[in-house]
């Protein structure tokens, strides 16, 4: 027997003790005493060389053949106790080496005889050997090694401190509390204790975060954004200070970014249209300069067009309203609400049953489905006092609500949509009713040619769909109309907005007998509309409302007109 | 693996009947040549090393390979005789799949012989490994060759070229081996997830006789180690009970004194 002795010519205490860890690890030394645990004690215990047929160094393959024999010598030896996991492991093997099986149990007998010529020391000196041969290839669960985590994992000792990298400091220091491998992760690591209440706390749409978790969202903004739970806690709060728009706009262009090609030059339109072109209805507030990058780029639209805009938004976000979230009552509720689990002690049986309760986790493919009515659900209750009521937000919302899919989110979204907002449908459904009446309408009130062959190739192009997809855009189109007027974003307008909104139900047959020119009036209201709600003075800013009407009329299915649409005359994409 | 005992292939001739042929087979299957060898093989490199094991360990090795032979003409004569009835052939078959196994093992284990030996030259004896191991393979080498004794004249002095020679030779069997599993998967096709085993699941220890077969007694080998234990019990038992009888006994006379 030999003991082990601190080795001399390293150069540390500390180094001895990595390098005696990992030659237990690996298995060429193994403890007498406590054998399960291949970690080197400091204190008097004895340890024995592996005899180098045991050895690992030539790496040759460890075969299951001989795993069965020995498990059946065990089983011999110990009169059919088996521990519980070398139970398992033998039922298994019995299963899968059947054809095997007499042959394995022969051998097994035979090398127990074989054994029994030995002295006694001897084969209880082989026994030993084996069985650490077998601790570190087929390790029980529970084994301890040294070169697992822990504190006694093995770490280069020659590895340089970082120094002078305060930010890599920073982050570490930052980050310590929260590294499930450097500190406890609460309430138990599913790894080690087989029980998912960890995962459960942190699905990505909880409704109660961990405090953990919450915490992480303070530490930057980039945190905050990318756990899905953040996301719209911050989208709460932006909602209550009505720029949501921005959020909504940065999470548009990551769809853009990240979608499919097929749909990329789609996506690219309709965010201009419904955030960067003058008169949109959810403008966002982006400086002259990224405004000219982007619209030069975006006349040959990729996936990073819109990178520009997107940065300066992200970082409006970050210094604006980031902040102001932190002391916003909404993060201070959702700290207050946070859950902080207690950490779980299971005892040893406790542990096995947890082991064989282990199932599965949900379907990916269950899991995405959840996903989508999740951003279904959120499209639906997107807030329409942001807009005006007289734009049809229902397309818009339903992409940059995050809906992935651009063309089929179309119909289903709107309709729960259209259920919560009664003022809404009536256009709509006219609409609906009226498609053809308004195609007439459409054709015939193009006059100036400039916008025609865009909005016929645009609404050409939508034959495809379905046909109240091919409704809802055209009623974009139109709806651009009076959003220019009725948009807004600041606060004052949301209130004029909404008691004008009062939209009294338009008679099916006004608009088959308006005349072409009276296309602004589909969404006339008889209300006055205040001074204040006319930002975008885009358009002549004539009191008298037929005049409005009469130029938005000619001007008005073209009225955002995407710039690179106008130089091709042609435009398929709709 | 399987020694050839008394048993010359040559005597064995092509009028022998098959289920005479596979009894002889399944008894030389169950000599403890290939377990025999894997023990010893665990002494190389450890400070048992001499070159008495490694000449115990060529003497197996060269038994082995002998019984290999002679098996795998049996086996494969008679797996590729097309006119084998079919409980025959899954009786072949069975065996077939534990001869290759087990040859399977002895390749092994020659080649990790063959690698440590090759590390652990005998020339340095300070080289070897402290296992704590005290005896030899002696027994173990018995065992194996079957013999009640080994009487190895001792060896002579180690020279550089015997250890090459032994290399070369280990290496030549090494690859004769090689061709062995070859042939026979070439020769013949056996499909083993369609073998199925007698035996139960779980080994039991049989009796200490060498010449048991398959069938499994549930004798224990182990049980009477546990008799001294129990018989030591039962005496104390008894020993008890005989002093109290004394005590009574002598209490009874002192009483029967006193009055």
């Known amino acids: 027997m030999s003991l082990i002795t601190v080795l001399s010519p390293m150069t540390s205490h500390f180094q001895a003790r990595s390098f005696g860890s990992m030659l237990v690890a690996l298995g060429y030394i193994y403890p007498l005493q406590d054998h399960k645990r291949l970690v080197i004690k400091p204190d008097a215990s004895l340890y024995r060389f592996q005899t180098p047929y045991f050895w690992p160094t030539q790496q040759w393959p460890v075969e299951d053949t001989d795993y069965a024999i020995y498990l059946a010598k065990r089983n011999i030896r110990k009169k059919g106790i088996l521990e519980l996991h070398e139970q398992e492991h033998y039922n298994r093997l019995h299963k899968w080496m059947n054809h095997k099986w007499d042959f394995i149990v022969m051998q097994a007998k035979e090398q127990y005889r074989a054994a029994k010529e030995r002295k006694k020391p001897d084969r209880v000196v082989f026994d030993c050997q084996e069985r650490a041969y077998w601790v570190v290839h087929r390790p029980p669960p529970g084994t301890v090694s040294a070169m697992d985590y822990g504190l ?354 338009i008679s099916p047959d006004q608009p088959s007998q308006a005349p072409p020119r009276r296309i602004g009036n589909f969404f006339q209201i008889k209300v006055d509309i205040p001074p204040e709600c006319r930002i975008y003075p885009i358009e002549s800013e004539d009191e008298d409302e037929e005049n409005r009407a009469a130029s938005r009329g000619g001007v008005g299915a073209k009225e955002i007109i995407c710039p690179w649409e106008s130089l091709t005359p042609q435009n398929g994409t709709g | 693996m399987y020694t050839a005992g008394a048993c010359n292939t040559k005597q064995i001739g092509p009028c022998c009947h098959i289920f005479e042929l596979q009894e002889k087979c399944r008894f030389l299957l169950s000599k403890p040549v290939v377990a025999c060898y894997r023990h010893l093989a665990s002494y190389v490199g450890g400070c048992t090393d001499s070159l008495q094991l490694r000449d115990e360990l060529r003497q197996t090795r060269e038994k082995a390979l002998t019984l290999a032979v002679s098996i795998c003409n049996h086996l494969t004569s008679h797996l590729r005789n097309k006119s084998l009835p079919e409980g025959q052939r899954k009786e072949m078959e069975l065996l077939w799949v534990a001869f290759s196994s087990s040859l399977e093992l002895l390749h092994v284990d020659m080649c990790k012989v063959f690698n440590i030996s090759d590390i652990f030259s005998l020339a340095n004896t300070d080289a070897l490994v402290q296992t704590g191991l005290q005896g030899g393979g002696s027994e173990v080498a018995a065992r194996a060759l079957s013999l009640p004794d080994l009487n190895l004249a001792p060896n002579p002095t180690l020279s550089a070229g015997l250890e090459s020679q032994e290399r070369s030779t280990m290496e030549q069997e090494i690859s004769q081996m090689d061709h062995m599993i070859d042939d026979m998967e070439m020769k013949v096709n056996v499909m083993r997830w369609m073998v199925e085993p007698h035996g139960p699941q779980y080994a039991e220890v049989l009796s200490s006789s060498d010449s048991a077969s398959l069938a499994l007694l549930s004798v224990d080998e182990e049980q009477p180690g546990h008799q001294p234990p129990c018989q030591r019990s039962h005496i104390h038992v008894l020993l008890l009970l005989f002093a109290v009888v004394l005590v009574a006994a002598t209490l009874s006379v002192c009483i029967i004194f006193f009055t």
């Open chain 1, 152 to 505: 006694d994992r093995l770490i280069d000792p020659n590895a340089d401190e970082v120094t002078g990298e305060s930010l890599l400091v920073k982050y570490c220091a930052t980050y310590n509390s929260h590294d499930p491998f450097l500190s406890k992760c609460l309430p138990s690591n599913p790894w080690l204790t087989d029980d998912v209440t960890y995962w459960t706390l942190n699905m990505p749409y909880v409704e109660m975060p961990t405090k953990m978790r919450v915490e992480r969202w303070t530490f930057s903004f980039a945190e905050l954004l990318s756990d899905p739970r953040g996301r719209n806690d911050f989208r709460l709060f932006l909602k209550k200070e009505f720029s949501g728009e921005n959020l909504a706009f940065w999470e548009s262009c990551e769809d853009l970014k990240w979608g499919e090609a097929a749909t990329m030059s789609e996506k690219a339109e309709h965010i201009y249209k419904t955030f960067l072109a003058r008169g949109a209805p959810r403008w966002i507030n982006i400086d002259g300069k990224t405004m000219e990058i982007t619209v030069k780029g975006l006349k040959h639209p990729h996936r990073y067009v819109l990178d520009a805009a997107q940065t300066h938004i992200y970082m409006l976000m970050k210094k604006d309203s980031y902040g102001r979230y932190q002391k916003s009552p909404v993060f201070k509720e959702t700290v207050k609400k946070a859950i902080c689990p207690e950490e779980h002690h299971f005892t040893d049986a406790q542990l096995e049953q947890n082991a064989k309760k282990r199932r599965p986790s949900l379907s990916p493919i269950i899991l995405r489905q959840m996903e989508q009515e999740q951003r279904a659900k959120m499209a639906a209750t997107v807030d329409i006092t942001q807009l005006c009521r007289f734009t049809t937000p229902v397309p818009h919302l339903a992409v940059y609500s995050g809906i992935t899919d651009f063309p089929s989110a179309n119909a289903s979204p709107s309709l729960p949509f259209l259920a919560h907002s009664p003022a809404c449908p009536s256009p709509i459904s006219v609409a609906l009713d009226s498609t053809s009446a308004s195609e007439r309408r459409v054709e015939a009130g193009e006059g100036e040619g400039e916008g025609n062959p865009a909005a016929q190739a645009a609404a050409g192009g939508n034959v495809s769909k379905s046909r109240m997809a091919l409704s809802l855009h055209r009623l974009l189109k139109r709806g651009c109309t009076p959003a220019t007027m009725f948009a807004s974003l600041s606060p004052k307008c949301h209130s004029a907005a909404g008691t004008s909104s009062r939209i009294q139900p």
